[in-house]
């Protein structure tokens, strides 16, 4: 079945620190990937996702790249700031299905 | 931005209170979900909707029901609350490929 692996946390990083944030998924047929992001008090929003293999997705300095050949979505981001201290979803959907698969969550803290 | 509203957004009952969080969105979704959120974060599916007159259980058991009535409306009743009903409740829509969240009614039961 499908699933998604991310890297536990928490992730606790100073402010303008390079960011990672790994996910490995498994699936059938041609998932879109998402990073989904949850700030304290409120729901999910999406972040960024791709589609299809090799595409990249971007949206506030965070950027992942859908890696058929490693099944991989890692998130990144070049310089964190403490705006960023959020829960971070990995997830994948199948188009014509109906469920989200989501990874398990990762906390990052940025300090000041 | 979002068009998807969670009603009450926290609630603190006593042991037995029947109780129903309101889940509303103005998008003309058809697909309509419940998650549970626990402490560690993680999500759980409890119920889902294809459209009007459309209600599934999701992956983990619930003693909550939900309705489908309109397609803007998507609300989740608890018959009689427990202590170990006490969570955080995300509503979300989708149209093709997103999930669309409210903001969460966190429920607390003494």
């Known amino acids: 079945g499908n699933s998604v692996t991310q890297m536990e946390g928490p992730v606790t990083l100073s402010e303008e620190a390079f960011l990672t944030i790994n996910c490995t998924y498994t699936a059938t047929g041609y998932p879109s990937l998402f990073w989904y992001v949850q700030y304290p008090g409120e729901g999910l929003q999406l972040l960024l996702k791709a589609t299809k293999a090799d595409d990249k997705g971007s949206n506030k300095g965070f950027e992942a790249t859908y890696r058929k050949e490693t099944t991989s979505f890692h998130l990144e981001k070049g310089s964190v700031q403490v705006s960023d201290s959020a829960v971070y979803f990995c997830a994948l959907y199948n188009t014509g299905g109906f469920k989200t698969i989501f990874g398990a969550g990762t906390r990052l803290f940025v300090k000041a | 931005e979002a068009d998807i509203y969670q009603t009450p957004r926290y609630l603190v009952i006593g042991t037995g209170k029947k109780i129903t969080l309101e889940c509303s969105q103005t998008m003309g979704h058809d697909k309509m979900y419940w998650y549970q959120q626990d402490p560690g974060m993680e999500l759980h599916l409890i119920h889902y909707?294809?459209?009007?007159?459309?209600?599934e259980k999701g992956d983990l058991s619930s003693e909550s029901t939900v309705s489908r009535i309109r397609t803007e409306h998507f609300p989740l009743t608890l018959e009689s609350a427990r202590p170990s009903h006490t969570s955080q409740y995300l509503c979300?829509?989708?149209?093709?490929?997103?999930?669309?969240f409210g903001e969460g009614s966190r429920l607390t039961v003494l």
């Open positions: 979300a829509s989708r149209d093709t490929g997103e999930l669309f």
């Open positions: 909707s294809y459209g009007v007159n459309s209600t």
